[in-house]
């Protein structure tokens, strides 16, 4: 049996970082599949939001102004979504514009680094692939590996040469958790920690980040996600009620797949709040938008 389609998607990628869709394609995958709210959450950047608000205006989706901030905790590179942001804050902007600056310094090493095993012009070609103006992450790097025919697939990309431990593997200082959280509240946002499990930490580890993250002033945690296995959402679950967080739930997408999709099994353990109904969230009356 095919898991249902949820009308809730709060984690999602577009051409402005390293997904496949632009935001108003994006916009109209998320109308085909009858999706009501959609956050936009590129990483590093929001550059794509305006796009799709505007893509959805007049329709019955509404889009969520949204990032994904990298940060470094612990060696670990941990990713926190940024949900409800005001996209004219300063905070914001400055704290983009580090990114990017970090971003373009690692994306011209990785590329010397791949130089070096044979792919000529690795940063260039990299980023004639990408939108003019996308922030270039190792996503965009697995593209033009596999466009290259030295991998199978961008997962085989990613195990072969960019993860951690590999050849064009770069260990980058991120800005800290508590960074990224101030300036997600700067901007009148709510942080959530995206996709806890992806981190492979012990449960005694990843209980220490959500300790620290809640501290930090983080409000909320992705509880389900695609690709996910029952046993995970439900101690997820567990967590975010234990850690009295609110509950959110994102596909991470970038491109379509049979098993990693739009809103694809979307459903929270019972017991949660959504995020969407956090009081950032109640004066744009979501909940009673989603009731309609
Ligand atoms: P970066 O922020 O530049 O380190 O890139 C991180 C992005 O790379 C993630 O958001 C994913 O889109 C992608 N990514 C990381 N690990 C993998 C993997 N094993 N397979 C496919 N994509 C991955
Ligand atoms: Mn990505
Ligand atoms: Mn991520
Ligand atoms: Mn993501």
């Not at 809640?214 to 567990?238: H, N």
């Not at 967590?239 to 991470?252: E, I, P, R």
């Not at 969407?276 to 309609?292: H, N």
Request: aromatic share 8%; proline share 3%; glycine share 8%.
């Amino acid at each position: 049996m095919m898991p249902e389609i949820s009308k809730v998607d709060l984690h999602t990628h577009s051409t402005f970082s390293d997904g496949s869709l632009s935001p108003e394609q994006l916009v109209q995958r998320a109308l085909s599949r009858q999706l009501r709210l959609l956050a936009l959450t590129d990483h590093d950047a929001s550059g794509g939001v305006e796009s799709a608000v505007k893509a959805a205006e007049g329709t019955t989706l509404k889009v969520i102004a949204g990032a994904e901030l990298s940060t470094t905790w612990q060696n670990c590179q941990i990713h926190i979504v940024g949900l409800f942001l005001n996209l004219n804050s300063q905070a914001l902007l400055h704290f983009y514009q580090g990114q990017r600056e970090r971003r373009i310094e690692r994306a011209k090493v990785i590329g010397a680094k791949l130089e070096r095993q044979g792919f000529h012009d690795a940063y260039a070609r990299t980023c004639a692939m990408a939108d003019p103006g996308a922030l270039i992450t190792r996503g965009n790097y697995a593209r033009f590996i596999f466009s290259t025919g030295q991998a199978s697939s961008i997962d085989d990309a990613f195990n072969s040469y960019l993860k951690k431990g590999k050849s064009a593997y770069v260990n980058t200082l991120w800005p800290s958790i508590g960074e990224a959280v101030d300036v997600i509240r700067a901007s009148g946002g709510v942080a959530v920690l995206a996709h806890p499990k992806r981190y492979l930490l012990t449960n005694t580890k990843l209980r220490r980040l959500i300790e620290e993250f809640k501290s930090a002033g983080g409000l909320a945690m992705e509880v389900a996600s695609c690709r996910q296995r029952p046993c995970d959402r439900v101690y997820l679950g567990e967590l975010c009620q234990h850690y009295g967080l609110f509950a959110s739930m994102g596909s991470d997408y970038h491109q379509g797949s049979p098993w990693l999709d739009l809103g694809l099994g979307l459903t929270l353990p019972e017991g949660l709040t959504p995020v969407w109904e956090c009081p950032q969230a109640r004066e744009l009356k979501l909940d009673e938008f989603l009731r309609s």
